[in-house]
């Protein structure tokens, strides 16, 4: 496997990561998902996968509907 197949699937694992955690409502908001993947991962490129501005609106989007959902539970 040659070493940009390797990152592209690191990458494509971490951002999954990213959404499962701020879907499970444990989170405010995606700044708090990338700080505690920061602290996971400490790969200078990591930073940048995670701190794309789309990315982390995103992420903020599934916090608020994973905090929503959480809320409803008994």
Not at 6 to 21: G, N
Not at 60 to 69: D, H, T
Request: glycine share 6%.
């Amino acid at each position: 496997m040659s070493k940009s197949a390797a990152k592209s699937r690191k990458r494509t694992r971490l951002l999954k990561q990213a959404r499962v955690l701020a879907g499970a409502g444990l989170h405010p908001d995606g700044a708090s998902v990338v700080t505690h993947l920061r602290e996971v991962e400490a790969f200078t490129e990591v930073r940048s996968w995670l701190e794309d501005v789309r990315f982390v609106h995103q992420l903020n989007q599934i916090c608020a509907r994973g905090q929503l959902e959480r809320s409803r539970l008994p």
